[in-house]
């Protein structure tokens, strides 16, 4: 499929990067219709930015010497995190003075100049949390700073902060959706993906000069300061490693006898499958479906009626001798033996009746305070940070960002707590 891209010129569209900065705040203070000169727009079809693809080695040179002159890059990545058992970096995009630079991770490339010269950049990126986890997952990358557009989106109140939306929004372009669920992966990497990944990065600077202006205008810069240092921090501890109790998924706690047991096999014959497979968890099957076997073996059902009801859908031929195998081996393990829980995060412990008055008090002037501003209440608090309120109200500080503790501080239930 192609892309509709709507735009007056490439460089209105491509806004600035903060090479230079200006010497006054004035640039942060103007208005949104004076930064994205976007008026009168006429659709240009099938249209696709020009992109380097970086695939061999001595391609790499023309990026590198570019980041040298920059210091700041608006970045994306694309992953296989929906086709393969262990997800992997397959695609990073760069918009670095004025050009867009797509790099091949998965070719044979030697990236380590890349990370030195990329890990004092400030970046521009947009729902930035699973990228810096996955690149500090590959090479233990650490940004040096950044503008996450998503999160300035919700510091702003928007109802829809995914990019497509915000794209389509304020620059009338709209994004091939099939790009979503590609699978990064495979090779070559098709004219139409390339050229989805290039808009994916080419629109970031003028996106961030518009969000900025209308934070500044709000008082808000600070705000989206905090949330993104903490962002950083965040990616710099990539994804959880494996845990003995990851199985203990959904409604698990409800189960106390062999149901435990039976889940606790198929959970693992799930993960056996799925690296033997390599594919990710998921399209061997769901959740709710190991959930459902093991309730049913909670219930006393036997082997043969359990497996009766369990259907893996195109691959059950193939899997059903394997899913049975696992079945029996927890219908014949005594539950006693299986890994324990750990002992309960005291900040996850249940409240008493006194806290749990004490946390509605909470919500309720989080959710006043919410609607004055036009946010989203979690952003303001979340659910498990206002049970830790509830419980340390002492520790606001430690559990919450600045502004957002600067914003509770004031509330009546604290006030008076």
Wanted: charged residues 20%.
């Amino acid at each position: 499929m192609g892309h509709i891209l709507v735009q007056k010129s490439q460089k209105s569209v491509a806004g600035r990067l903060d090479n230079s900065a200006p010497a006054d705040d004035s640039f942060l203070t103007a208005p949104a219709e004076a930064i994205c000169f976007f008026l009168d727009f006429q659709p240009v079809l099938n249209s696709s930015p020009t992109h380097h693809l970086i695939d061999q080695p001595e391609q790499l040179s023309p990026l590198l010497a570019a980041l040298d002159r920059v210091s700041e890059v608006a970045l994306d990545t694309e992953a296989d995190n929906l086709f393969h058992y262990r997800t992997r970096v397959c695609l990073l995009q760069f918009f670095v003075a004025g050009e867009i630079h797509l790099v091949d991770v998965l070719a044979p490339l030697e990236l380590a100049p890349l990370w030195q010269r990329l890990a004092p950049k400030h970046l521009v990126m947009h729902g930035s949390d699973f990228d810096l986890r996955l690149l500090h997952d590959l090479c233990g990358f650490t940004a040096g700073g950044l503008f996450d557009t998503m999160l300035a989106a919700q510091l702003l109140g928007r109802t829809r902060i995914g990019l497509a939306s915000l794209l389509e929004q304020h620059f009338g372009v709209t994004l091939d959706k099939d790009g979503q669920k590609a699978n990064w992966s495979r090779r070559p990497i098709s004219a139409d993906l390339l050229a989805y990944a290039a808009l994916d990065v080419l629109h970031l600077p003028a996106l961030r000069d518009i969000l900025r202006a209308e934070l500044a205008a709000l008082g808000r810069l600070e705000w989206l300061d905090q949330q993104c240092q903490r962002q950083i921090a965040a990616g710099t501890d990539g994804f959880a490693p494996p845990d003995e109790n990851d199985w203990r998924i959904g409604r698990s706690e409800r189960l106390r006898g062999r149901g435990l047991a039976v889940l606790h096999a198929v959970w693992h014959w799930r993960e056996a499958t799925a690296r033997r497979l390599d594919v990710p968890p998921f399209k061997v099957c769901g959740n709710e479906f190991l959930l459902k076997v093991a309730e049913s073996a909670e219930r006393g059902a036997a082997a043969t009626a359990i497996l009766a009801d369990a259907h893996l859908g195109k691959r059950h031929t193939m899997l059903a001798s394997s899913l049975a195998e696992a079945v029996h081996a927890g219908l014949a393990r005594d539950p006693h033996t299986l890994p324990r829980r750990r002992g309960r995060n005291g900040d996850f412990s249940p409240l008493t009746a006194e806290e749990i008055a004490f946390q509605d008090a909470l919500k309720a002037d989080r959710d006043r305070v919410a609607a004055q501003l036009q946010l989203d209440p979690t952003l303001i608090a979340n659910r498990a940070q206002l049970a830790q309120l509830a419980r340390a109200p002492a520790r606001l500080t430690e559990i919450l960002l600045p502004w957002q503790a600067g914003l509770m501080r004031q509330t009546p239930a604290l006030q008076q707590g």
